[in-house]
């Protein structure tokens, strides 16, 4: 009697561990594809999420195009006529100096031009856009005695401010016969609207043409013309410029 109750036991004990594997075994089959669902949701979220981002950061800025540059002979005919009055004006640019013309996009405006030369000697030159709606339409001319710490007055920077240096290997400063970058760009223009190099500043022979390009409205903002005179450590340059819009 007790041999039969022995193996009565016996096999329910069996019978349960074998219901016992074939749960877990169920159980293996199923958390795989439990967890490769997770994982494809997961990763849809992501991309959803990745999607609208991108779009978001689509619409905040257009896209820039870049500027159409050439040049023109006729140096000495442009220099009379701005001179007369006929163009924006003359700017003496001091030596170590930067003079940023600020232009606003003009409502109904499609796109900007710019002409300009100089005396004797080369200058820097570049154009930026800043991403901010004008709250004005008047040109303005800003003169500063770098590229960096324009519109900045010495409280604003802090200690550890410093300009990026570029080093220039060059026989003679003012000969104007390569083109390289002048300045870096100083961390203080990090509390700035965002800006778009349309083009970077480099040394221009404008002594020997006029200058002149076009660029398309890339959205609401503020051109920032820049004439760069900051590498020269003694000789001024006189700037004749032009600038006008198209629609």
């Known amino acids: 009697m007790q041999n039969e109750h022995y193996h009565q036991y016996l096999q329910q ?8 594997d074939l749960e877990s075994n169920t159980n293996d089959h199923v958390q795989p594809n439990e967890a490769l669902n997770s994982k494809e949701q997961e990763m849809s979220l992501i991309e ?3 999607h609208c981002e991108s779009d978001n950061e689509s619409d905040e800025f257009a ?30 640019i001091g030596h170590g100096d930067c003079v940023t013309v600020k232009v606003p996009t003009l409502e109904g405006g499609s796109s ?22 004008p709250n004005t339409t008047e040109v303005t001319v800003h ?4 590229d960096d710490d324009e519109d900045l007055d010495d409280n604003e920077l802090g200690e550890n ?8 290997n060059t026989d003679d400063l003012e000969s104007g016969s390569q083109q390289i970058p002048l300045k870096g760009t100083s961390s203080s223009l990090l509390n700035r609207p965002p800006l778009s190099i349309i083009v970077p500043v480099y040394r221009r022979e404008s002594q020997n043409e006029v200058y002149c390009g076009s660029h398309n409205y890339p959205g609401e903002g503020t051109y920032l013309l820049k004439f760069d005179n900051s590498f020269s450590l003694w000789r001024s340059k006189t700037l004749y410029y032009r600038i006008f819009y198209t629609r």
């Open 63 to 92: 896209v820039v195009q870049p500027a159409s540059m050439w040049t023109r002979s006729d140096l000495k005919d442009f220099k009379e006529e701005v001179s007369k009055g006929k163009g924006d004006g003359v700017i003496r």
């Open 48 to 50: 959803e999420r990745d």
């Open 161 to 168: 401010d410093e300009d990026e240096e570029i080093t220039c």
């Open 112 to 133: 900007l031009f710019w002409e300009f030369a100089t005396d004797s000697y080369d200058v820097g030159f570049g154009v930026y856009f800043e991403w901010q709606k």
């Open 13 to 20: 004990l069996q019978s349960q561990l074998q219901h016992s």
């Open 143 to 146: 003169v500063s005695e770098s």
